[in-house]
């Protein structure tokens, strides 16, 4: 018989929804923990004038702008699997979040709008997704409006997104014509109910293509569907699991996320064929889930998550062996031991206190500064995972304080908000400036929104002479030394305490590295073992 730790190891899912901006992500997000019994009534989704809220967001500008501006983590049993369901911000300016919230999964869910089919956003996705060959499933949402005919649509995923589609259930019309699913390999027809009240609401389901039910409820779109069928399985490919596994081939669900409709079947497939926990790379070596001692990596820090504690939460995604509460693990970073007494996990949108955890599993561990985004706790062994980087900002504004009493709440602030990684914080070694470093424009505003509601600090973000950002290393000391002299003017600290070259031009960073060619100038920051 399997040990209690294989068979927990064994059923967890740990996935992320990815999507571009608006094609639904939040709204299959919160059905999925719908159908997964972890919440009893969906609130209607938001948008800019809806007077209720998703339950996966958490940030009052997230509501306002009716986009998600950061991922969050839910945890709901659904048969007898685990499902860990991480939620990714939509909007490019928040790509770096996604980028390593994807770190930390072992498979995706890609969601597509029916009239849009694939977007800018989806593109991109797609290629971070490649990058370790993640296994995806698809969701075509919206099929109570009008949108595109399927067919083109897997057509466009295939060249698009090089990606081959095999799909699992089809739909049955769309927009006012739209009856419901068709699932290709269970061979059952399930019709579509629109009205649901928030609540789960089950359509009638008919078994079997040749069933005469099925032309009594549909009439003539029985036997179109019939017809369209015959089509699209000599014309498209079978679902292989292998395929699916290896990031080659992605099945395809339909459905309308807002109508609760499409999403059992989706939750069904996704537990039954989406992999468990994968290995990781270190530094060292590939770390197995079925090693049972310890190890993890924080992808990801986010700061007041709950305003009422204001607290600092690092989510770690475990690797390997078991968590228990009162465990005493190796940050292998700053090389100290620490007792985790109070780690979290995420019961949907509930925060509980952990006894226990496993391979796949998200916990929050409380940081009081020492945490970094790529940080690795063991049980002792010096590993360092790769592949979670801070990006070099392409764009930089300096902090203009309006209260200059505000000062100290102003640093605190920007060194928590800049934590969690979106934005990245430089002190010049020569004058007294707060630079912000980001990604994406919209961060700027997230930040000077967060530092007035979280912080009580007004402060604005003006334009400053800096292009672009490089950390700087150099093995021989003395000539660190030198160019630390020679360079200050375009030289500052990081939040995390490491040396940055800022460029007031591209040009000018050009130069800097010819005439100091033994300096490494990095576009990426990864924490090892030994920073
Ligand atoms: N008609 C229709 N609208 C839907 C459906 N699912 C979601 N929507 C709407 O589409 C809009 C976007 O949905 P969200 O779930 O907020 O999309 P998102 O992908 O999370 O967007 P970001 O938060 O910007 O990343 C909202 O107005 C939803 O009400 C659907 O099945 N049918």
């Known amino acids: 018989m399997p040990s209690r730790y294989a068979t927990e190891t064994a059923r967890r899912r740990t996935f992320a929804i990815i999507s571009h901006p608006d094609a639904g992500k939040t709204t299959v997000t ?32 997230e509501k306002q702008r009716g986009i998600s501006v950061t991922s969050s983590v839910m945890q709901f049993p659904y048969k007898d699997r685990i499902v860990n369901l991480l ?37 991109k996705l797609m290629e971070v997704c490649r990058l370790r060959d993640t296994p995806i499933m698809t969701f075509i949402n919206k099929l109570d409006r009008e949108g595109r005919e399927p067919i083109e649509l897997l057509d466009e995923v295939e060249d698009v997104l090089k990606i081959q589609c095999a799909p699992v259930t089809w739909p049955i019309g769309m927009g006012k014509r739209f009856k419901g699913v068709y699932h290709l390999k269970r061979d059952v027809v399930h019709l579509f109910s629109p009205t649901h009240g928030g609540k789960i609401q089950q359509g009638e389901t008919i078994q079997g293509l040749d069933n005469p039910r099925l032309d ?29 596994l290896a990031g080659r081939q992605t099945p395809v669900f339909f459905g ?38 310890f190890s993890g990596f924080v992808f990801k820090i986010q700061a007041n998550m709950d305003p009422q504690h204001r607290d600092r939460i690092a989510f770690l995604r475990i690797c390997s062996g078991t968590f228990t509460k009162g465990m005493k693990l190796n940050h292998v970073r700053i090389q100290r031991d620490v007792r985790i007494s109070d780690a979290l996990t995420f019961l949907a949108s509930d925060r509980e206190h952990l006894e226990e955890a496993y391979p796949g599993d998200i916990i929050g561990l409380h940081n009081h ?50 934590e969690e990684g979106a934005t990245q914080l430089f002190r010049p070694l020569t004058n007294n400036d707060l630079i912000l470093g980001a990604v994406g424009i919209l961060q700027f505003d997230v930040v000077a929104h967060r ?67 033994e300096v490494t100038f990095s576009a990426t920051r990864e924490h090892g073992i030994s920073q």
């Open 451 to 517: 530092l007035k509601s979280e912080y009580n600090v007004d402060a604005a973000f003006e334009t400053v002479s800096v292009q672009t950002a490089r950390w700087v290393t150099c093995e021989d000391e003395r000539k660190l030394e030198q160019f630390k002299d020679k360079a200050a003017a375009n030289l500052a600290i990081d939040h995390g305490g490491d040396l940055v070259y800022i460029a007031p031009t591209r040009v000018n960073l050009q130069m800097a590295m010819e005439k100091w060619p």
């Open 369 to 418: 500064g020492t945490i970094r985004i790529g940080d690795t706790f063991t049980q002792g062994e010096a590993l360092a995972f790769t592949g979670i980087p801070n990006f070099a900002p392409e764009l930089f504004r300096r902090a203009q304080l309006r209260d200059p009493l505000k000062m100290k709440q102003l640093h605190k602030g920007l060194q928590q908000l800049c």
């Open 216 to 244: 009594e409820v549909l009439g003539s779109q029985a036997e179109e569907l019939r017809e369209e069928l015959e089509l699209v399985m000599g014309a498209s490919h079978q679902f292989d699991k292998d395929e699916y």
């Open 30 to 61: 919160e059905k999925l923990l719908l159908f997964g019994g972890a919440i009893q009534l969906a609130g209607t989704v938001k948008g800019r004038k809806a007077a209720r809220h998703a339950t996966s967001d958490w940030m009052e500008l």
């Open 87 to 123: 939620d990714t911000p939509g909007h490019q300016d928040f790509s770096e979040d996604t980028y390593r919230t994807l770190t930390a999964v072992d498979s995706a869910l890609m969601v597509i709008d029916v009239a849009k089919g694939v977007e800018e956003r989806t593109i």
């Open 256 to 293: 309308s996320a807002i109508n609760n409709f499409g999403i059992q079947e989706l939750l069904d497939d996704f537990v039954e064929h989406a992999p468990p926990p994968q290995p990781r790379p270190t530094e060292i070596r590939k770390v197995s889930p079925e090693e049972e001692t």
